[in-house]
């Protein structure tokens, strides 16, 4: 039988965030999996797709298109390894696309994003996450991680790993972001409460793309580094995407395990033994 794995990301247009943060974690997929895989890339992110290729010349798979592909060339068991942070909007059109595709192949599997709505075993995942990060950030400083936020029920595993951080003792690093809450405002009123004068700014974001670059770190005056500075408090920058830390690949590596063995299939179950 034929197997595939589509390594699937949001996608960014900055050739060197695809190369930081992105091939990193497909190359590990392809060392561990490539002799019995094939291993593919695709983006959820159309815009991103369509940019590449108008731009670079660089023609990467949708989702629809990377299913496609290997159902005419005779694939019969797919599974598909998402890299996005939680599961929003973006992993509901995965799991859309998996669901009509999924007829189609003898097995089609989706693992889950790194934050998962948690059970008893997936609260593990929360925790490995608490410590491949706080293993890396600037220690005995505050940091805030900005993350993307959405208006979506996933939202809430922002405060779930929130709250992680501060049961495990990280309680000086706070989630922010920049589209849903807790937001900038809720985090700069927080500081000030707290009297805090300097901290780290870090995001929390696979890759160091356009949100870092223009909406976190630039020197627009509404970006979050200017923000804060404006309202007295020192930045420090921590400009590393997640996809550059060894110990968050090891946690999709761990999902998409998961996926292969069957015990998460991401339409709807959680994990079973």
Same mark, same amino acid.
């Given at each position: 039988?034929? /197997?595939?794995?589509?390594?699937? !990301?949001?996608?960014?247009?900055?050739?060197?965030?695809?190369?930081?943060?992105?091939?990193?974690?497909?190359?590990?997929?392809?060392?561990?999996?490539?002799?019995?895989?094939?291993?593919? +890339?695709?983006?959820? !992110?159309?815009?991103?797709?369509?940019?590449?290729?108008?731009?670079?010349?660089?023609?990467?798979?949708?989702?629809?298109?990377?299913?496609?592909?290997?159902?005419?060339?005779? @694939?019969?068991?797919?599974?598909?390894?998402?890299?996005?942070?939680?599961?929003?909007?973006?992993?509901?059109?995965?799991?859309?696309?998996?669901?009509?595709?999924?007829? /189609?192949?003898? @097995?089609?599997?989706?693992?889950?994003?790194? =934050?998962?709505?948690?059970?008893?075993?997936?609260?593990?995942?929360?925790?490995?996450?608490?410590?491949?990060?706080?293993?890396?950030?600037?220690?005995?400083?505050?940091?805030?991680?900005?993350?993307?936020?959405?208006?979506?029920?996933?939202?809430?595993?922002?405060?779930?790993?929130?709250? +992680? =951080?501060?049961? =495990?003792?990280?309680?000086?690093?706070?989630?922010?972001?920049?589209?849903?809450?807790?937001?900038?405002?809720?985090?700069?009123?927080?500081?000030?409460? +707290?009297?805090?004068? !300097?901290?780290?700014?870090?995001?929390?974001?696979?890759?160091?793309?356009?949100?870092?670059?223009?909406?976190?770190?630039? /020197?627009?005056?509404?970006?979050?580094?200017?923000?804060?500075? +404006?309202?007295?408090?020192?930045?420090?920058?921590?400009?590393?995407?997640?996809?550059? $830390?060894?110990?968050?690949?090891?946690? $999709?590596?761990?999902?998409?395990?998961?996926?292969?063995?069957?015990?998460?299939?991401?339409?709807?179950?959680?994990?079973?033994?």
């Amino acid at each position: 039988m034929k /197997k595939a794995i589509i390594v699937l !990301s949001f996608g960014t247009s900055y050739l060197d965030a695809l190369e930081k943060n992105i091939v990193p974690m497909e190359r590990e997929v392809e060392e561990k999996f490539g002799k019995e895989y094939k291993v593919i +890339r695709a983006f959820t !992110s159309h815009k991103i797709i369509k940019k590449l290729k108008k731009e670079h010349d660089i023609s990467i798979f949708t989702p629809e298109k990377a299913l496609d592909s290997l159902l005419n060339e005779g @694939y019969e068991e797919v599974t598909i390894q998402p890299l996005h942070i939680i599961p929003g909007q973006e992993f509901d059109y995965i799991k859309k696309v998996a669901n009509i595709y999924k007829d /189609k192949f003898n @097995y089609l599997r989706v693992g889950r994003p790194l =934050l998962y709505f948690q059970s008893d075993e997936v609260n593990l995942d929360y925790d490995d996450l608490v410590y491949a990060i706080s293993n890396k950030l600037p220690k005995n400083k505050w940091v805030i991680l900005a993350g993307h936020g959405t208006h979506h029920p996933g939202n809430s595993c922002y405060g779930c790993f929130q709250n +992680r =951080l501060r049961d =495990l003792d990280n309680g000086n690093i706070i989630i922010a972001t920049i589209e849903a809450y807790p937001s900038l405002e809720n985090t700069i009123k927080y500081l000030k409460d +707290r009297d805090i004068k !300097s901290v780290v700014l870090a995001p929390f974001l696979l890759v160091v793309g356009d949100h870092a670059r223009k909406d976190i770190f630039s /020197k627009e005056e509404d970006s979050w580094a200017s923000t804060l500075k +404006r309202e007295g408090i020192e930045v420090e920058e921590f400009n590393v995407g997640l996809g550059e $830390y060894k110990e968050v690949r090891n946690i $999709y590596m761990k999902h998409l395990e998961d996926a292969l063995s069957g015990r998460f299939q991401g339409f709807g179950e959680n994990l079973k033994g």
